[in-house]
């Protein structure tokens, strides 16, 4: 896997403006109680939420709350396990009780010793980490653990983190880390990322080995947040406002912008699940019920220039996700992709010939940017008073004085493609 992908990914990151609505839920209109502690997506597309009073069920207009279990306490916590098996599980309070949610309804289940979130080993006692909210306190004086499907990443000691492979074999790493870095963490596809917000460094270690990269990113910038969930195998970059996930491109890791929330530091927010289908974003908290945020499918590109040249007076699809515009400017739903040397051509008229070659007016000209050379420049004919043309049957056009040639005359004195028509 090329970790370091994600780093140099970073260096030119897409903004767009997006809009958004919020709507909460608390107590009073679906909520049992006032938190959302931890939330989950099964495989039947159901959001699962974790509250202080049992465990609720969401279809996207209603909820359905569980708390009938005959169990010791009702306050639940993190889910874990893998939706895609259709298998999420969730302890209550002490890890006195086990519930699993499968087939779209929760049920107690038997608690087996090595359900349990701690565990001890050589007179030691080991706290199991499946997240970290965005206000965790991690201590020095406890040791942690990750486990992953068949190995485990345990943070015992100070300045050194321990690889265990499927067969126990283990590997310490020495690094600069203290368990208070537990908050700068996050897993993804089994590479263990440790960002360094002083040194502005990030760690990686794949199955034992140690990289490190030293470009300062928004990954190991100090004024972000993350936010890492086992489970949904999603992780959020939070910085100055801005929400990010965390992508991965085939074996490339990249940022995908969300939203600019300015209130996401006006509450204690400790749960984030984003749903990619109905591009909603979850926001769960401990005392002020779920914040959901519809996000809009309407993006506003920006292109970093003055606003006098970013206004476009035409454009063309380019490929199935790009267009371009008449000064040669490629724009996706992020952004700028890419620029061809077009000039500024300050026309509304644009459009392709047979041949896929762009065809643009400016003043009395018909530019062809031809797309076999790479689209460069060729100028078709020049006359004066030449002003519009587009696509139609026959060709055939006008001067300001109504005068008209037939097509075989027009073809005689200019070059140029039939099947449109020119006006003059």
């Given at each position: 896997?090329?970790?370091?992908?994600?780093?140099?990914a970073?260096?030119?990151?897409?903004?767009y403006?997006?809009?958004?609505?919020s709507?909460?839920?608390?107590?009073?209109?679906?909520?049992?109680?006032?938190s959302?502690?931890?939330?989950?997506?099964?495989?039947?597309?159901?959001?699962?939420?974790?509250t202080?009073?049992?465990?609720?069920?969401?279809?996207?207009?209603?909820?359905?709350?569980?708390?009938?279990?005959?169990?010791?306490?009702?306050?639940?916590?993190?889910?874990?396990g893998?939706?895609?098996?259709?298998?999420?599980?969730?302890?209550?309070?002490?890890?006195?009780?086990?519930?699993?949610?499968?087939?779209?309804?929760?049920?107690?289940?038997r608690?087996?010793?090595?359900?349990?979130?701690?565990?001890?080993?050589?007179?030691?006692s080991?706290?199991r980490?499946?997240?970290?909210?965005?206000?965790?306190s991690?201590?020095?004086d406890?040791?942690?653990?990750?486990?992953?499907?068949?190995?485990?990443?345990l943070?015992?000691?100070?300045?050194?983190?321990?690889?265990?492979?499927?067969?126990?074999?283990?590997?310490k790493?020495a690094l600069?880390?203290?368990?208070?870095?537990?908050?700068?963490?996050?897993?993804?596809?089994?590479?263990?990322?440790?960002?360094?917000?002083?040194?502005?460094?990030?760690?990686s270690?794949d199955?034992?080995?140690?990289?490190?990269s030293?470009?300062?990113?928004?990954?190991?910038?100090?004024?972000?947040?993350?936010?890492?969930?086992?489970?949904?195998?999603?992780?959020?970059?939070?910085?100055?406002?801005?929400?990010?996930i965390?992508?991965?491109?085939?074996t490339?890791?990249?940022?995908?912008?969300?939203?600019?929330y300015?209130?996401?530091?006006?509450?204690?927010?400790?749960?984030?699940?984003?749903?990619?289908?109905?591009?909603?974003?979850?926001l769960?908290?401990?005392?002020?019920?779920?914040?959901v945020?519809?996000l809009?499918?309407?993006r506003?590109a920006?292109?970093?220039?003055?606003?006098?040249?970013?206004?476009?007076?035409a454009s063309?699809?380019?490929?199935k996700?790009?267009?371009?515009?008449?000064?040669?400017?490629?724009?996706?739903?992020?952004g700028?992709?890419?620029?061809?040397?077009?000039?500024?051509?300050d026309?509304?008229?644009?459009?392709?010939?047979r041949?896929g070659?762009?065809?643009?007016?400016?003043?009395?000209?018909?530019?062809?940017?031809?797309?076999?050379?790479?689209?460069?420049?060729?100028?078709?004919?020049?006359?004066?008073?030449?002003?519009?043309?587009?696509?139609?049957?026959?060709?055939?056009f006008?001067?300001?004085?109504?005068?008209?040639?037939?097509?075989?005359?027009?073809?005689?004195?200019?070059?140029?493609?039939?099947?449109?028509?020119?006006?003059?």
């Amino acid at each position: 896997m090329r970790v370091w992908a994600l780093f140099f990914a970073c260096l030119y990151i897409n903004f767009y403006g997006q809009r958004y609505t919020s709507t909460w839920y608390n107590i009073d209109n679906g909520l049992p109680q006032s938190s959302a502690k931890a939330i989950v997506k099964d495989k039947y597309g159901f959001i699962w939420i974790s509250t202080e009073n049992g465990i609720v069920r969401y279809d996207g207009s209603s909820f359905i709350t569980f708390n009938n279990f005959r169990v010791n306490n009702l306050h639940f916590g993190e889910f874990i396990g893998d939706p895609l098996q259709d298998s999420i599980t969730v302890h209550n309070n002490f890890q006195q009780n086990k519930i699993i949610i499968k087939n779209r309804f929760p049920r107690l289940t038997r608690l087996y010793s090595n359900d349990k979130a701690a565990f001890s080993e050589n007179n030691s006692s080991l706290q199991r980490i499946a997240n970290n909210i965005i206000n965790s306190s991690f201590y020095n004086d406890v040791q942690y653990y990750i486990r992953l499907k068949n190995s485990a990443y345990l943070f015992k000691e100070k300045n050194a983190i321990t690889y265990r492979d499927a067969k126990g074999k283990e590997t310490k790493i020495a690094l600069p880390f203290s368990n208070r870095d537990l908050n700068n963490i996050f897993v993804f596809n089994e590479v263990l990322f440790i960002n360094d917000m002083r040194a502005r460094k990030t760690y990686s270690i794949d199955r034992g080995k140690l990289s490190v990269s030293a470009k300062p990113t928004l990954f190991n910038d100090p004024e972000t947040k993350i936010y890492w969930q086992q489970v949904t195998k999603q992780t959020f970059i939070i910085n100055r406002s801005n929400i990010y996930i965390v992508k991965c491109n085939r074996t490339d890791l990249a940022l995908k912008f969300l939203v600019k929330y300015d209130e996401i530091g006006s509450h204690s927010y400790c749960s984030m699940y984003y749903g990619k289908d109905f591009n909603k974003l979850y926001l769960g908290t401990l005392n002020n019920g779920l914040n959901v945020l519809k996000l809009s499918d309407f993006r506003v590109a920006k292109k970093e220039t003055p606003f006098s040249n970013n206004i476009y007076y035409a454009s063309l699809p380019l490929s199935k996700n790009t267009i371009i515009t008449e000064d040669g400017t490629v724009f996706d739903k992020n952004g700028v992709v890419k620029r061809y040397p077009f000039g500024n051509n300050d026309s509304n008229l644009m459009m392709y010939d047979r041949s896929g070659n762009i065809l643009i007016r400016k003043r009395g000209s018909i530019i062809s940017f031809d797309k076999n050379s790479g689209y460069k420049r060729r100028i078709l004919f020049y006359e004066a008073g030449f002003e519009a043309f587009s696509e139609a049957g026959p060709l055939c056009f006008y001067n300001f004085r109504c005068f008209r040639l037939s097509a075989e005359t027009f073809q005689k004195r200019y070059i140029l493609a039939a099947g449109f028509y020119l006006s003059f």
